[in-house]
């Protein structure tokens, strides 16, 4: 299986945004200090990276546990359509 390597290389930068004191309040208190920050990274990534679609496909590719079972999986499907009846 033939598997491409992303190497990204990222830049941090700082933001500034204004949000209600409640929603403030409730990320300190449920997600924690010094955490909001990724957070709010992982939240918004899917919406606005789209490279990162391929980089997760390859990851979940190069990770030979997770496709043992998902042709597991698959296979199982195929054994369950053959039983079906028509």
């Known amino acids: 299986m ?3 390597t992303y190497v990204l290389l990222t830049m941090t930068r700082k933001l500034t945004i204004v949000i209600d004191d409640q ?3 409730g990320l300190h208190a449920v997600i924690g ?3 909001i920050g990724k957070f709010l990274e992982n939240l918004a990534r ?3 990276v789209s490279a990162g679609l391929a980089a997760a496909y390859a990851e979940m590719a190069s990770d030979s546990s997770r496709e043992a079972a998902a042709d597991d999986w698959v296979e199982s499907l195929a054994e369950d359509a053959s039983d079906a009846s028509w």
């Open 2 to 4: 033939y598997v491409e």
């Open 23 to 25: 929603v403030y309040n």
């Open 33 to 35: 200090r010094g955490n």
């Open 46 to 48: 899917p919406f606005v």
